[in-house]
């Protein structure tokens, strides 16, 4: 059997392949040996294509890709791949090269992974996802630079259907505001969040000198991406930031530094709870939750889906999309609102002939584009 136990132990396996009548290749594999079996079948296929090219296995790849995340992307997404390389995907790929990977390796993954996440009580697909497109993004980056020839076509995603936002209503927003008025340094921070629609770590980042009190601006440096934008400040927002500086009494570039290390804030949500508690609001909230709510708030009162799209920072403008589907009640509500106006002046036929109208069974030309209109054209007409 060209699998089987190394030394007894229960993660280890020797991997014994007969390379002509006088040669064999030997491997120790660490794994289940369910992977240790995939991972023979593959290896047979490419020691058979006598590939003499050098190749670098994904674990020596994966920390020169780290090194490249490091300076190139924003320090969010180097911990998140860091944690998923170093916790999963090098103990499982780590040994092999891009060469021997196969979309039945892949699924080998992903069944290992649910059954961990199922384990542990959660719905682990849209994490998987985030670790499949990391290994894309590693795949891609070691084909880049000469270390496999195998590109990895499309690495088949699980059906995850996202979350809609959980905005506040107004009448909650601004109890809540109201409440943290008593912690101007609180208030500013969260309006930030509310009236600028920045990210947690965008203000949490945030310095003084991206401060244009002059011109109403703010300039997001730390956006996701490692993209800058300007946001405008409302006046509401303006005043509770002068007011904060005012207060200031050590020097510190950062505006909401940590009162205990003065570096950037990591977490805000005991002040969420005590000011929630203090408003008398029983619902959870999140930090993220005043950002969905200055955006689901702006559509709601018309204003345009692109013009929102650049404040929120958004690259795509599906991201922003996601929001209409929140508003639309009371995107429905105007609707009703406009219809109750018109009255007895809505146009009511749709179709109409100067002479005699529609005859059934006889042709008709009528020139139009409108949906509406045809499909009534076809009602009368079947």
């Not at 601006?217 to 927002?237: D, T, W």
Request: proline share 4%; glycine share 4%; hydrophobic share 35%.
């Amino acid at each position: 059997m060209s699998v089987r136990s190394y030394r007894n132990k229960p993660d280890k396996w020797l991997i014994d392949i007969r390379l002509g009548r006088k040669n064999r290749y030997y491997e120790v594999f660490e794994g289940t040996y369910e992977e240790a079996v995939i991972y023979e079948q593959e290896l047979k296929k490419h020691l058979s294509q006598k590939d003499t090219k050098a190749t670098k296995t994904i674990s020596d790849i994966a920390f020169e890709y780290l090194d490249y995340v490091r300076i190139h992307q924003s320090e969010k997404t180097y911990k998140g791949k860091h944690r998923m390389l170093i916790n999963h995907i090098i103990p499982f790929f780590g040994n092999f090269t891009f060469d021997l990977i196969s979309p039945k390796l892949i699924d080998a993954y992903k069944a290992k992974r649910l059954k961990e996440m199922k384990d542990k009580g959660i719905n682990g697909y849209r994490e998987l996802n985030l670790e499949l497109l990391c290994l894309s993004n590693l795949n891609k980056f070691a084909f880049e630079r000469g270390y496999t020839d195998n590109l990895l076509k499309s690495i088949q995603k699980l059906p995850y259907k996202r979350k809609l936002p959980q905005p506040l209503d107004i009448e909650t927003a601004l109890k809540f505001m109201n409440a943290a008025k008593e912690e101007p340094f609180y208030y500013a921070l969260f309006l930030c969040l509310y009236h600028a629609g920045m990210r947690k770590n965008e203000v949490f980042n945030l310095r003084w000198s991206d401060l244009f009190f002059e011109y109403n601006l703010i300039k997001v440096a730390k956006a996701k991406g490692n993209k800058e934008r300007f946001v405008p400040m409302s006046s509401h927002l303006k005043q509770s930031l002068l007011t904060l500086k005012s207060l200031r009494t050590t020097a510190n570039p950062l505006v909401f530094p940590s009162p205990v290390t003065g570096k950037p804030l990591t977490d805000v949500r005991k002040a969420i709870r005590r000011i929630a508690k203090r408003a008398g609001i029983e619902r959870h909230i999140h930090p993220h939750q005043l950002r969905h709510t200055f955006a689901t708030h702006l559509l709601e009162q018309g204003i345009d889906i692109r013009a929102i799209q650049a404040l929120l920072g958004h690259e795509q403008i599906t991201t922003t999309q996601i929001y209409t589907k929140v508003a639309l009640p009371v995107l429905q509500k105007a609707i009703q609102t406009l219809e109750a106006i018109c009255g007895d002046h809505v146009v009511t036929d749709v179709v109409t002939n100067s002479e005699e109208g529609l005859k059934i069974n006889e042709p008709c030309r009528i020139r139009t584009c409108d949906p509406l209109i045809k499909s009534q054209l076809l009602y009368q007409l079947s």
